[in-house]
């Protein structure tokens, strides 16, 4: 599959967040990645459900929501309903994982786990079968804005070789720090998504930047 750009709306202006959406509906971006974090799970809080509301009230994609929250299994129906396709829930904030994972998929959704960049990506091995989505944070989550941890191409690497074995059509996304520069040799290990914030909001022309990101060759990289 060719890859796919999900631009994140926590990087978007939110005095007009109505504009930002609208310039990703009609941009080359697949998905809209809506982060969620409570201030406990990690240390920043973004926006709750009348934000959610609102995202989809105009946004035209699916929305991709990461919940970087404690206890995430008591919202799971409230973000299907708010209009997420894809849930997110964080491996270190679950600790019935796969419960958690067939919640997701009853209340109508695509199923994704993410891990922090410490958490070995062998510990996804007996929940892999079951999920649609892995998303290897490329950052320690919680701020936008911060530099990109190279060991993140060898998960992504290891993760692809594992899910080969065990779900071959699993997605692999990518999110933190992820641009122009490194976007080619994450494709290249074996990433199908890459969630693109300051990237793609902090540049002169952010629907340029993302037909960029989309459009650029990924075929010539030797990693």
Same mark, same amino acid.
Request: proline residues 4%; glycine residues 12%.
């Given at each position: 599959m060719k890859h796919l750009i999900a631009p994140s709306v926590l990087s978007a202006d939110f005095a007009n967040l109505q504009r930002d959406i609208e310039m990703i509906n009609s941009s080359e971006a697949d998905w809209f990645h809506v982060d969620v974090m409570d201030g406990v799970f990690v240390p920043n809080?973004?926006?709750?459900f009348p934000v959610m509301e609102a995202i989809k009230k105009y946004a035209a994609k699916p929305l991709d929501v990461h919940l970087m929250i404690v206890n995430p299994d008591q919202y799971i129906e409230r973000f299907a309903a /708010?209009? &997420?396709?894809?849930?997110? !829930?964080?491996? *270190? /904030?679950?600790?019935h994982l796969h419960r958690t994972v067939q919640a997701i998929? @009853? /209340?109508?959704?695509? @199923?994704g786990v993410a891990i922090n960049p410490h958490t070995? !990506?062998?510990?996804?091995?007996?929940?892999?079968?079951?999920?649609?989505?892995?998303?290897?944070?490329?950052?320690?989550?919680?701020?936008?804005? %911060?530099?990109?941890?190279?060991?993140?191409?060898?998960? !992504?690497?290891?993760?692809? +070789?594992? &899910?080969?074995q065990?779900?071959?059509?699993?997605?692999? *996304?990518?999110?933190?720090?992820?641009?122009?520069?490194?976007? &080619? *040799?994450?494709? %290249? /290990?074996?990433? +199908?998504v890459l969630v693109a914030g300051n990237a793609v909001f902090a540049a002169e022309s952010p629907t340029q930047m993302i037909s960029e990101l989309k459009e650029l060759d990924t075929t010539t990289v030797n990693l």
């Open positions: 809080i973004s926006f709750g /708010a209009g &997420a396709s894809i849930i997110t !829930v964080h491996y *270190e /904030a679950c600790t998929h @009853a /209340a109508g959704c695509k @199923a070995p !990506v062998g510990l996804l091995k007996d929940i892999l079968t079951d999920l649609d989505l892995v998303l290897v944070m490329s950052v320690n989550p919680g701020f936008g804005g %911060q530099k990109f941890i190279p060991n993140t191409l060898n998960k !992504v690497k290891e993760l692809r +070789n594992l &899910a080969s065990i779900n071959p059509r699993l997605v692999i *996304e990518v999110d933190g720090g992820v641009g122009l520069h490194n976007l &080619a *040799e994450l494709v %290249q /290990a074996g990433a +199908n």
